[in-house]
């Protein structure tokens, strides 16, 4: 009897160690499979705009831009807290810095001269936005940091739409969600403006130059160009698209040639003023009839590749037809869309100066 007890005992504690044996190799193979898994996890792949694969953090905490344009993309998708980094040139867009004040206290590594390796690395960011196109950046020699490129070479708004994208999934669920929002707004836009101005006959469309003033220079956007596609989207017709690829100076005696009915100026008042002052320009339809508008400017020049491209096509609607486009507030868009995507509330008074292209007060 004794025997079997013992026997029983001995057969009970070989089962109970087996099984603990089996539940501790069960437990490291989970804690390991679920290490494996953070790992695996703890990283994304994103293709970027030039078909580069990135391997990114999932998580990303840092952000920087080599260019300061980009600026108001990075707002748009909520990374404003998220910027470490940017160009010495930001300094000369004082909006962006007046809706987003953090911007006065980050690092500037990046100029046209290149890049300030030990800047950069004094708060080094988790990604880098680099512009295809900008030639002071390499994204080879930015310290290893992991460089999403950004192509505007298509010169599209729809190149912008892609670019914000771009940004929201970089930052994760948020950003993608505040991209979406974004697009949704720029197509209802483009769609809402296009439905009016493809009924305008082309003998009745506005004949538009846009013009920058630099001194005694001239130049304007021609085809193959951002500015293009949104005058011709509005219902304009670019007196300069036949003639001029891309941007380039052109002469007075070419303006004069192409005699435009509307002319939009690049920069600020200040150019304004010299343009009608300046007896030749007497002799423009624009100038004759007070049609000389300047560019909105807030973050960035809302002209150009920007997400504030997105006010510059009914601005520039209702100024072209403002008969046309009684109902199209601009004024409210305006302002919606500075606090739903860059947290800012504008004043009548701060809006006037961004729409008249004057520096905060």
């Keep these: ?21 089996m539940n501790t190799n069960n437990q490291s193979a989970t804690t390991t499979q679920s290490k494996e898994t953070v790992k695996k996890t703890d990283y994304q792949t994103i293709t970027d705009m030039d078909g580069n694969v990135v391997k990114l953090p999932v998580k990303v905490n840092k952000i920087g831009t080599s260019w300061p ?14 910027i470490v980094v940017s160009a010495d040139s930001i300094k000369n867009y004082p909006w962006a810095l007046k809706i987003f004040p953090k911007l006065k206290n980050i690092n500037y590594p990046f ?23 900008d030639k002071s ?53 483009i769609n809402k403006i296009t439905s009016v101005t493809k009924q305008i006959p082309n003998n009745q469309k506005q004949k538009v130059l846009t013009l920058s003033v630099s001194g005694k220079v001239l130049s304007t956007w021609g085809k193959n160009i951002i500015q293009n596609e949104e005058i011709n989207m509005v219902g304009g017709i670019n007196v300069a ?23 939009f ?19 423009i339809k624009a100038v004759q009839s007070g049609k000389v508008f300047v560019i909105p400017q807030g973050i960035f020049k809302w002209s150009s590749l ?13 100024t072209l037809y403002p008969e046309r486009f009684k109902d199209l507030d601009v004024t409210g868009e305006a302002k919606s869309f500075y ?17 008249s292209a004057q520096k905060p007060d």
């Design 306 to 318: 920007g997400s504030e491209t997105a006010l510059y096509l009914p601005w520039m609607a209702k």
């Design 339 to 355: 606090k739903t995507f860059f947290n800012y509330n504008l004043s009548d008074s701060e809006l006037s100066r961004i729409l």
């Design 137 to 189: 950046v390499d994204k080879n020699k930015v310290a290893g940091i992991p460089a999403i490129m950004i192509d505007y070479t298509k010169n599209s708004i729809y190149d912008m739409i892609d670019a914000v994208t771009l940004a929201g999934k970089v930052l994760g669920k948020e950003g993608i969600q505040r991209a979406a929002k974004y697009k949704e707004f720029v197509v209802q836009n």
């Design 241 to 263: 698209e036949k003639d001029i690829n891309g941007y380039k100076d052109v002469s007075f005696e070419q303006i004069l040639k192409w005699n435009p009915d509307v002319i």
């Design 69 to 82: 344009g980009f600026i108001n993309v990075l707002l748009t998708v909520g990374g404003g807290d998220k």
């Design 265 to 283: 100026v690049d920069w600020n008042e200040n150019d304004k003023a010299k343009l009608m002052k300046d007896p030749r320009f007497t002799q």
């Design 111 to 133: 100029s046209t001269s290149g890049v300030n390796q030990e800047q950069l690395l004094i708060n080094k960011p988790d990604v880098l936005f680099l512009r295809k196109t």
């Design 1 to 21: 009897m004794k025997r079997k007890i013992i026997s029983v005992i001995l057969i009970t504690l070989i089962v109970s160690s087996f099984t603990g044996c």
